[in-house]
């Protein structure tokens, strides 16, 4: 039930395509599910968040589409670029639990 | 400006070595947290603190110990390391408890 299901484990994109990567969870008590940019040798960096009162939240080129009565979330990367060749996490954590639930990441590669 | 600094950032160990890997972070966050990063398993955590002087374990605390007896260390031990203790362990603080989480560049440990 803690769970966090991601998919694809990787995938590959044209340069100007649309990237999306997948998230599924079971634990209804989730309430934050924040998505997680990782370049090769560097830590995980906040990418863009999202509460579930809201069904959309745009920055830029990155949307996260959220789903609740699914339990799913997606992360949409428009216009992909060769920068954003990294991996993705998603995560989900509930208030008062101190802790995130990760998925098992996602690798893009964007080609030029 | 340095954020979440880890040390060492590579270690070799031998089977039944203890080693220690230090956290420090200058942002006078009260959470802290430290995770593994495994090949297709994404981030798991090992332990976290909500505050100096306490801990408390994750989804794989064992084999492992920790100490925050200043706000702004957060240290995990390895008393007798094992070959299944080789990963990239990520160090990661945040100010509030379901806040952004940020994290250092990670600690490569091998155990031969």
């Known amino acids: 039930q803690q769970q966090v299901k991601q998919s694809p484990q990787s995938l590959i994109v044209q340069k100007g395509g649309i990237s999306i990567i997948n998230c599924a969870y079971e634990?209804?008590?989730?309430?934050?599910f924040p998505w997680y940019q990782q370049f090769p040798g560097k830590g995980p960096a906040l990418l863009i968040a999202?509460?579930?009162?809201?069904s959309e939240k745009k920055e830029g080129r990155f949307t996260i589409s959220f789903n609740k009565s699914a339990k799913q979330f997606s992360l949409h990367i428009m216009d992909s670029q060769p920068g954003d060749s990294a991996t993705y996490f998603c995560?989900?954590?509930?208030?008062?639990?101190?802790?995130?639930?990760f998925g098992t990441g996602t690798r893009l590669k964007v080609l030029a | 400006n340095a954020g979440v600094t880890q040390t060492p950032k590579f270690r070799v160990l031998k089977t039944g070595q203890s080693m220690t890997l230090l956290c420090a972070q200058d942002?006078?966050?009260?959470?802290m947290y430290w995770y593994r990063q495994d090949p297709g398993m994404g981030l798991r955590l090992i332990h976290y603190?909500?505050?100096?002087?306490?801990?408390a374990k994750g989804e794989v605390p064992d084999g492992y110990n920790v100490s925050r007896l200043k706000k702004q260390n957060f240290l995990l031990g390895l008393e007798s390391a094992a070959p299944s203790q080789t990963s990239v362990y990520f160090c990661?603080?945040?100010?509030?408890?379901?806040?952004?989480?940020?994290f250092g560049e990670g600690s490569r440990l091998t155990v031969l």
């Open positions: 999202i509460r579930p009162d809201v």
């Open positions: 942002m006078n966050h009260e959470y």
């Open positions: 634990n209804t008590a989730f309430d934050y």
């Open positions: 603190s909500v505050g100096e002087g306490t801990t």
């Open positions: 990661a603080s945040s100010y509030h408890s379901t806040g952004e989480l940020f």
């Open positions: 995560a989900a954590s509930s208030s008062g639990t101190y802790k995130y639930i």
